[in-house]
């Protein structure tokens, strides 16, 4: 069934279950490298494989990896061997800081294992308890960031307008958040609203989230789309296929500068050129008021056989010795935003007060 049939209701995208679970069987995901050819359960039973599948790939998106990470924080204090509670939390911790820096430009990850690590500190025992205490923790991370995904696209639904066509790039769906989506969950919201919705969706090289995952997700929810190369996107905005840009975020400073998918500032650029206003969609948890600006944001630099890695007509896109750059993220200043809706609401330039006071009330809840 087609979401337009829904008559209206929030169409059903992935289950968050389907995305990743805590289990007896250590930390379950759908193997986000085989999409879309196939859909496969990997299983990781202690937190090792969890910060391999985090660094792989096989789980990513900034909240979907923060989720990992306290899963795998979770699963770390359920196969200690340590008995007393001093060589738990010490091997809790050990698993922390191996997760924490799995991958370096997401804050989602270091903040929600930073949290496991809070609760672990401040649980008197006995070890078993605090076992449970974790599971229940991270189980919590994952139900809130899909809620606050949901808050996201009801809070983004009236700057959308009737008709819109959307672009967006990589990845923001249920697949990197966990369930619903932050730029997904706007085209969500806006399509469950207006069935004539449309999105236009980069390939996003070089790993091609827009076409493996994006393109994925919104078949599987019957939203319209188009896929194009990342080099048409200036053909298309100028061809007015494009009325708003919808992106997430990795990482979003105090200032309002915001580091997404690598190509997201090129695509502001080309937004501000064509006057398309551009949206990121992103949860508090995104937001690390420890970095004053973009420039303070680490970016992951990734492997060279990721841009080789193309192969084209059964032979290799580039010579194997060609010197390669593969930054994964760039930073969109503050002032190619128009908005960036979190989970309290719609926040207008200048951000640094309304973001400030966004998180501080979500720390409070
Ligand atoms: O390298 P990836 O696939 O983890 O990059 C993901 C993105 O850039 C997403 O746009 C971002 O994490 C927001 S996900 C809601």
């Not at 205490?133 to 189980?139: I, V």
């Not at 919590?140 to 790039?169: F, K, N, S």
């Not at 609203?193 to 599987?220: I, N, Y």
Request: with cysteine; glycine share 10%; net charge neutral.
């Amino acid at each position: 069934m087609g979401a337009g049939d829904l008559n209206g209701a929030a169409p059903p995208g992935l289950a968050p279950h389907e995305v990743i679970r805590l289990t007896g069987a250590g930390v379950e995901m759908l193997d986000q490298t085989l999409l879309p050819a196939r859909e496969e359960t990997l299983v990781c039973p202690a937190w090792p494989q969890v910060v391999e599948a985090i660094r792989r790939l096989s789980i990513r998106g900034a909240p979907a990896i923060g989720v990992a990470g306290a899963m795998g924080v979770a699963l770390a204090a359920a196969r200690a061997d340590a008995s007393d509670l001093p060589g738990l939390r010490a091997e809790v911790g050990r698993a922390a800081a191996a997760l924490r820096s799995a991958r370096p430009t997401a804050v989602n990850l270091a903040w929600a294992v930073d949290r496991m690590c809070a609760v672990a500190d401040a649980h008197p025992g006995p070890g078993d308890a605090l076992v449970a205490a974790l599971a229940a923790a991270a189980r919590a991370v994952h139900d809130d960031e899909v809620a606050r995904c949901r808050a996201i696209g009801a809070h983004a639904l009236p700057l959308m307008g009737r008709g819109a066509r959307i672009m967006t790039i990589c990845n923001a769906g249920a697949l990197a958040t966990g369930g619903y989506g932050t730029a997904l969950g706007v085209v969500r919201s806006a399509h469950a609203a207006d069935p004539s919705v449309r999105v236009v969706v980069p390939e996003t090289r070089p790993l091609l989230q827009g076409s493996r995952l994006t393109a994925w997700e919104l078949a599987r929810d019957g939203i319209p789309h188009t896929l194009i190369t990342d080099s048409m996107v200036a053909a298309m905005m100028a061809a007015g296929a494009v009325s708003h840009v919808v992106v997430g975020a990795d990482r979003i400073a105090a200032n309002g500068d915001a580091a997404n998918k690598i190509g997201t500032y090129g695509m502001a650029v080309l937004a501000r050129e064509h006057g398309i206003p551009v949206i990121v969609a992103a949860p508090t948890t995104t937001v690390d008021l420890s970095t004053p600006g973009g420039r303070d944001i680490p970016i992951e630099e990734r492997a060279a056989a990721e841009v080789r890695g193309l192969s084209l007509f059964g032979r290799p896109g580039s010579a194997d010795t060609t010197p390669v750059a593969n930054p994964a993220f760039d930073v969109t200043p503050a002032r190619l935003i128009s908005a960036i809706v979190t989970e309290a609401g719609v926040h207008r330039p200048p951000y640094e007060r309304s973001l400030r006071a966004a998180v501080e009330d979500s720390a409070a809840v």
